[in-house]
């Protein structure tokens, strides 16, 4: 299984700001020291200008890369802006690009990054520059016809990937969410299931569950599952109340789904907000364990491209 990695490439914050920029180096440590030899990580190529504008607007990758984005636009991305950040970004959305064509040829491969739902085709939020599996998608559907499935359980609602693929009958997009969460104005999904603080374990699992069903109710051609470890209980900004044990048997519900169902699924981690940026490196590991243990097995048949 390729996994991709891109914390070598650091994006510079001021002191005490709430991006886990440091999750992602701890997560790659853990992953060489537990799962797998350090050469099976994997530093994929930046996204180009042509992969990007797939997506996103030339005005907007072009004010992205040369740093003239506005006050407004900063501020709303979370990020000051700084030639690292354009590198970072354009990295992470490769990684993706990169995960997708593996999977294709493989079954399943894993971005250590990635799920930057909150980009728009015009415009970024929610500490997301570009996004990734947009991108990811559109590259894939440039190389043969696909249908797509993204099931995004991340706390917040992907709605810079609903509104991407608004209308577009190629892509099912499902997002199980807060719905009391940021972004405060949600987008229509192809299916949005929304989720009252506190609703914890059982209806989490539930709602993930149908969401899962219902996208492979479309026969797609690639999955991509935004794992998101900020449903935990724990995370400041998550507020639903699932455990780490359910997180875990959430990753498998998904994963083992598209595997039966024979369909190459792509992994990105999400967000994460805990105090303690170790439960979220505890969150996603177990996600890319789970991927792992998927991929050691003897692949199900799967569509090909």
Same mark, same amino acid.
Not at 61 to 87: C, H, K, L, N, Q
Not at 269 to 284: K, L, S, T, W
């Given at each position: 299984?390729?996994?991709?990695?891109?914390?070598?490439?650091v994006?510079?914050?001021?002191?005490?700001?709430?991006?886990?920029?440091?999750?992602y180096?701890?997560?790659?440590?853990?992953?060489?020291a537990?799962?797998?030899p350090?050469?099976?990580?994997?530093?994929?190529?930046?996204?180009?200008?042509?992969a990007?504008?797939?997506?996103?607007?030339p005005?907007?990758?072009?004010?992205v890369?040369?740093?003239?984005?506005?006050?407004?636009?900063?501020?709303?991305?979370?990020?000051?802006?700084?030639? *690292?950040?354009?590198?970072?970004? &354009?990295? @992470? +959305?490769?990684?993706?690009?990169? =995960?997708?064509?593996?999977? /294709?040829r493989?079954?399943?491969?894993v971005?250590?990054?990635?799920?930057?739902?909150?980009?728009?085709?015009?415009?970024?939020?929610?500490?997301?520059?570009?996004?990734?599996?947009?991108?990811?998608?559109?590259?894939?559907?440039?190389?043969?016809?696909?249908?797509?499935?993204?099931?995004?359980?991340?706390?917040?609602?992907?709605?810079g990937?609903?509104?991407?693929f608004?209308?577009?009958a190629?892509?099912?997009?499902?997002?199980v969410?807060?719905?009391?969460?940021?972004?405060?104005?949600?987008?229509?999904?192809d299916?949005d299931?929304?989720?009252?603080?506190?609703?914890?374990?059982?209806?989490f699992?539930?709602?993930v569950?149908?969401?899962?069903?219902?996208?492979?109710?479309?026969?797609?051609?690639?999955?991509?599952?935004?794992?998101?470890?900020?449903?935990? *209980?724990?995370?400041?900004?998550? &507020?639903? @109340? +699932?455990?780490k044990?359910?997180? =875990?048997?959430?990753?498998? /519900?998904?994963l083992?789904s598209?595997?039966?169902?024979?369909?190459?699924?792509?992994?990105?981690?999400?967000?994460?907000?805990?105090?303690?940026?170790?439960?979220?490196?505890?969150?996603?590991?177990a996600?890319?364990?789970?991927?792992?243990?998927?991929?050691?097995?003897?692949?199900a048949?799967?569509?090909?491209?």
């Amino acid at each position: 299984m390729d996994i991709y990695y891109t914390d070598r490439f650091v994006l510079p914050l001021p002191p005490g700001h709430r991006f886990p920029m440091r999750k992602y180096e701890l997560l790659r440590e853990r992953v060489e020291a537990s799962l797998v030899p350090p050469h099976a990580l994997l530093v994929p190529a930046a996204a180009t200008d042509e992969a990007l504008q797939r997506v996103h607007t030339p005005a907007y990758v072009r004010r992205v890369t040369t740093g003239a984005m506005t006050d407004a636009e900063r501020r709303r991305i979370g990020f000051p802006w700084s030639p *690292e950040m354009v590198e970072r970004s &354009r990295r @992470s +959305v490769g990684a993706t690009i990169a =995960a997708a064509g593996a999977a /294709l040829r493989d079954g399943i491969a894993v971005n250590l990054a990635g799920g930057t739902h909150h980009a728009f085709a015009d415009r970024g939020e929610g500490f997301c520059v570009f996004n990734d599996v947009a991108v990811a998608a559109r590259i894939v559907q440039r190389a043969a016809p696909a249908r797509i499935a993204i099931v995004d359980c991340d706390v917040h609602q992907g709605n810079g990937t609903a509104a991407i693929f608004a209308g577009d009958a190629s892509v099912f997009t499902f997002s199980v969410h807060g719905e009391a969460n940021f972004p405060f104005r949600k987008e229509r999904s192809d299916l949005d299931i929304a989720l009252p603080d506190g609703a914890g374990d059982p209806v989490f699992l539930d709602a993930v569950e149908r969401g899962v069903t219902a996208a492979l109710a479309t026969r797609p051609d690639l999955g991509f599952y935004l794992s998101g470890a900020d449903p935990w *209980e724990g995370d400041r900004l998550g &507020r639903l @109340s +699932v455990t780490k044990s359910a997180l =875990a048997r959430r990753d498998r /519900l998904v994963l083992e789904s598209f595997r039966t169902a024979g369909v190459p699924v792509v992994v990105v981690m999400g967000g994460g907000y805990p105090a303690r940026v170790e439960d979220a490196v505890d969150i996603h590991y177990a996600t890319v364990c789970a991927a792992a243990a998927l991929a050691a097995l003897p692949r199900a048949a799967s569509t090909s491209l």
